[in-house]
């Protein structure tokens, strides 16, 4: 081809068409006018060198596209490299050539031929338009003075390069020699020399060198920054040293090696256990080795000061006068008898047996309200025990028992731990309070961490995750509370001895007023005398609460003595008589009705008993049967077991309807509906089985059920009825609402004896064991006006019975 319609083609200046041997490059960019080192390996590029040499010409040095290509081909290469000569070559003892060349001009490459040998292109060189003016040298000035800063501030740049930059006054041999000593990027020096004009190569020039300018003034931000660390750190460090040596030579002792000598010794006298002795000493041999400031040294200290705050061997002398833990008992509490009993019970067993008896672990259940967590407080003052308590409610994480590990930041040992640095004595009464409260989610069961510390096998080793050395918990008495016993763990369940706090009764509740409420109410509001009559102490039990155990009925004697107080502040005469009369003036209309039983006998209601976490409590079943397709509906939020219970009724029904004179309904074409007041509180449990069974048959055959009988009993297909669970409970519930029959299960006669006496007389129990004898005691006879309206006359009036 012509050399002028090469030029017309690349719309360049050729200055002469020649054919070179090719030495690809990888990630470097040779540039005009620069010298550059080449460390060459490969064949090929061994083969163009000596090809070179062999004809006298320079080298085509090009860049590959990509560096990972052993062998390039032509499509490989770019389209623009550098006619470079050879300034010195010197073969290395692995055999690779270590060659300096110097960039002459830009070469574009018109075609290459390959071979397996090596690779030859046919190239032309480029010219530089001429360029000047002003613009020309402000830009180079431009570009000079962010050289010279990123000189300044880079490590990789020799200072010698911003010498050569101002001694060069031709733009584009600036722009080439900037270049070619910057870390740029393989494309973005490779667009530099393809871009032939030198005015828009300097302003590319100038953009890189802005960017690389605010990337070394970040770097060196950092490293000042990290810097002045390292040497206020050294500074301290020499400042320290020199303090010591000064206060050496004047004889006076550094306040660092008082504090470790000071450790040293509390470590020698707190009487540790061997094993918990040498840990501490090991951990504060890593302490003295360590600087004072080092952030390690605040974990480790830490760590030791709980070693030697913790009681390992420190213990209270307990009292073993068995009349003397008695007195005190009924001194703080009235009634809980078997609480009493067992406490009582086990200074009798520790006074014959000494140390050889484990330490009982009890739980105390029942509903709020009735003593539980402050009789704790009372076998404490009796034993003459330290007492310490933990509440457990809505506690979710594992590490609140067992503590973090000290890897963690802020790491604590576990609220068991915690408490017993409290107590300072390895056998105080410890309370976990609200046992049942306890939850689990992805960050562990607390329950079961619990097992260990309340397992007498396995709590004289207790493994708390901080302390990471085994801690004594057999000397400690452990008292857990629950409202309710379900939420419990059934392992955890078998580690305690379980202790029911049943409700109060009205007479119980009238003598702990007069004993212990309202003397701490008259003290605690600086009043003198104020007497309560019984009948105002029995109208507030029944009218203004509504609880097994006798908090509110503190807070409405309490309410009462702010009135009062409020009346002496003021120099009002005071009353010193409260009377039943007086009640509404203090406390308001009454808030409860006493005595729920119903008004009349009625045809598909009847009263049931259940136990909830606060106590016994009387519900109301209703029955109405209707036209339909056979259905069963449930509704007043009935549990799975309390479904079930209805279902199995209402097939006793139907599988006995012989005898029960209901054979003249068709099950299939009515509904019976089935609803459990109060329809927002969920209601389960399999104990109202014959309350429901006793209300399905009176709505079918249309006899009443007698208002002052309740029921309580499972029921089985058969009729057999089984046994149930809180009688006590039940029966005082039964007893408030003013119901004086009860039907029970035969097998619940023996719970019988947990009744009070006075509540045994006022009520009659009956015991059943199958449902016709329940069915005897609860409906009455159908009215002699209603016979004529029986199910089997209804049958010829029309095909469906409706009582």
């Not at 102490?537 to 155990?549: D, N, S, V, W």
Request: aromatic share 4%; net charge negative; proline share 6%.
């Amino acid at each position: 081809m012509p050399d002028r319609e090469i030029e017309e083609l690349c719309g360049i200046q050729i200055e002469e068409l020649e054919e070179l041997p090719v030495l690809p490059l990888r990630d470097t960019v040779v540039f005009p006018h620069v010298v550059a080192p080449l460390m060459l390996g490969r064949d090929k590029s061994v083969r163009a060198l000596e090809t070179a040499q062999a004809r006298g010409t320079p080298l085509l040095v090009v860049a590959q596209r990509d560096a990972e290509v052993a062998d390039p081909g032509p499509e490989d290469l770019y389209e623009v490299g550098t006619v470079a000569i050879v300034a010195r070559m010197l073969r290395m003892p692995d055999g690779t050539l270590s060659v300096l060349v110097q960039g002459q001009s830009r070469a574009r490459i018109l075609s290459v031929e390959a071979d397996q040998f090596q690779l030859l292109a046919r190239i032309v060189r480029l010219a530089e338009p001429a360029t000047g003016g002003l613009a020309v040298e402000a830009l180079m000035r431009a570009v000079l003075t962010l050289f010279e800063r990123c000189v300044n501030l880079s490590d990789d740049i020799p200072e010698d390069a911003y010498v050569a930059a101002v001694n060069i006054e031709e733009p584009g041999k600036l722009a080439d020699m900037i270049a070619s000593t910057l870390e740029l990027s393989l494309p973005e020096k490779q667009d530099l020399l393809e871009t032939l004009d030198p005015v828009s190569r300097l302003q590319k020039l100038s953009v890189l060198l802005a960017r690389e300018l605010d990337v070394l003034e970040l770097e060196d931000k950092i490293q000042s920054q990290v810097q002045e660390e390292v040497d206020r750190s050294q500074r301290e460090f020499f400042l320290r040293e020199q303090m010591r040596a000064i206060q050496r030579e004047l004889g006076e002792a550094d306040p660092w090696e008082q504090e470790m000598e000071e450790l040293a010794r509390k470590i020698a006298t707190a009487g540790l256990p061997a094993e918990v002795r040498e840990r501490a000493e090991r951990e504060l041999s890593r302490l003295k080795s360590m600087p004072p400031g080092s952030p390690e040294t605040g974990i480790i200290r830490t760590y030791i000061d709980w070693l030697l705050d913790l009681p390992w061997t420190q213990m209270t002398e307990d009292n073993l006068d068995v009349v003397h833990v008695a007195r005190v008992l009924d001194q703080n509490h009235y009634g809980l008898e078997k609480v009493k009993e067992r406490i009582v019970e086990h200074i009798a067993v520790r006074r014959l047996a000494g140390n050889a008896m484990r330490t009982p672990i009890l739980c105390f259940v029942g509903p709020p309200g009735t003593g539980k967590t402050s009789i704790g407080r009372s076998i404490a003052e009796a034993l003459g025990r330290r007492f310490v308590r933990v509440s457990l409610g809505g506690v979710r994480d594992e590490a609140e028992i067992r503590g973090h590990r000290r890897t963690y930041i802020g790491a604590l040992p576990g609220r068991i731990i915690q408490t017993m640095r409290r107590a300072g004595t390895i056998n105080p009464v410890f309370m976990l309070d609200e046992i049942d409260k306890l939850g689990y989610d992805y960050r562990g069961d607390p329950s079961a961490a619990l097992l260990e510390a309340l397992d007498p096998e396995q709590n004289y080793a207790f493994s708390d995750h901080y302390l990471e050395v085994p801690y004594d918990l057999s000397k400690v008495m452990f008292i857990t509370t629950a409202n309710w016993l379900e939420p419990v763990p059934d392992a955890l369940r078998d580690r305690m001895e379980v202790i029911e706090f049943p409700g109060y009764t009205e007479d119980e509740k009238v003598a702990i007023a007069r004993g212990f409420l309202i003397p701490r109410q008259l003290r605690e509001h600086g009043l003198g005398e104020l007497r309560f009559s019984d009948q105002c102490l029995r109208r507030i039990i029944r009218e203004y609460t509504y609880e097994a155990g006798v908090r509110n009925l503190e807070r409405q004697i309490a309410s009462i003595c702010r009135k009062v107080a409020r009346r002496v502040a003021e120099g009002r005469k005071a009353p010193v008589r409260v009377g039943a009369g007086d009640l509404e003036r203090y406390l308001g209309v009454p808030k409860y009705t006493y005595g729920l039983k119903g008004e009349k006998d009625e045809v598909g209601v009847a009263t049931g008993l259940a136990v909830t976490e606060v106590g016994g409590d009387v519900l109301t079943v209703e029955v109405s049967v209707m036209e339909g397709k056979g259905n069963l509906l449930l509704t007043g939020q009935l549990g799975e077991v309390m479904q079930e219970s209805a279902q199995a009724a209402l097939s006793y029904a139907r599988a006995n309807s012989a005898w029960l004179h209901l054979d003249g309904i068709d099950f299939d074409k009515i509904d019976v509906h089935i609803h459990v007041p109060e329809g927002a509180v969920p209601k389960d449990g399999p104990s109202a089985g014959i309350t429901i069974a006793a209300a399905i048959i009176s709505a079918l055959t249309g006899r009443p059920v007698r208002r002052d009988v309740a029921l309580t009993g499972e029921i089985t297909l058969r009729g057999r009825v089984l046994p149930i669970g809180g009688l006590k409970e039940k029966v005082l519930a039964a007893h408030r609402a003013g119901i004086n029959t009860i039907v029970i299960p035969k097998k619940n006669e023996k719970d019988l004896a947990e009744i009070p006496p006075r509540i045994r007389r006022l009520v009659r129990f009956v015991p059943v064991e199958s449902m016709q004898e329940v069915l005897d005691v609860a409906l009455l006879e159908r009215p002699p006006e209603e016979s004529r309206h029986s199910p089997k006359h209804r049958r010829r009036e029309r095909p469906l019975p409706i009582p």
